[in-house]
């Protein structure tokens, strides 16, 4: 937590003082109406909420991999990881630190916590709307990133 505290400080401080872009529209696999994501930030589709503000939403994943496992979405739909340059420097911050506060929320800040962002086909992204899975509250895996057997 000691080491997490002066990011933030450096992000929220590099959020105050760039030039916020102009939001560009990203190509996206599929249109921002017939997103889930979308669709659960307009309030169209259920979610178990756990957190909410200005520019993030997390909400529990559907098929949980680990005891805890939630997801923190921007509210404008971007499709990935490679578009975060879309969102505006505060909605950037604002996904790093909704990450921490449900991992604190939860109970899994101080034994450990994961969080991991798919971003393209290869990478086996589901959801093309940006989230991030936070994962923990058991052990978990040291390797993440092994190669299915059938693929080496």
Not at 131 to 150: C, M, N, S
Request: charged residues 20%; contains cysteine.
């Amino acid at each position: 937590m000691r080491r997490l505290l002066p990011l933030l400080a450096t992000l929220a401080l590099a959020a105050a003082q760039a030039p916020v872009p102009a939001p560009v529209a990203a190509p996206a696999q599929k249109p921002a109406a017939q997103c889930v994501f979308c669709k659960i930030v307009a309030g169209t589709a259920p979610s178990k909420k756990v957190y909410e503000n200005d520019h993030v939403l997390a909400f529990w994943d559907i098929r949980p991999r680990a005891k805890v496992h939630l997801l923190v979405i921007p509210k404008q739909h971007v499709a990935s990881l490679k578009e975060l340059d879309d969102l505006p420097v505060a909605t950037r911050a604002a996904l790093l630190s909704a990450c921490v506060k449900v991992a604190r929320d939860q109970g899994i800040l101080d034994e450990g916590f994961r969080v991991i962002s798919n971003a393209g086909k290869d990478a086996s992204q589901s959801v093309f709307h940006l989230h991030f899975h936070v994962v923990g509250g058991e052990k978990l895996r040291e390797d993440a990133i092994t190669k299915d057997p059938a693929i080496r």
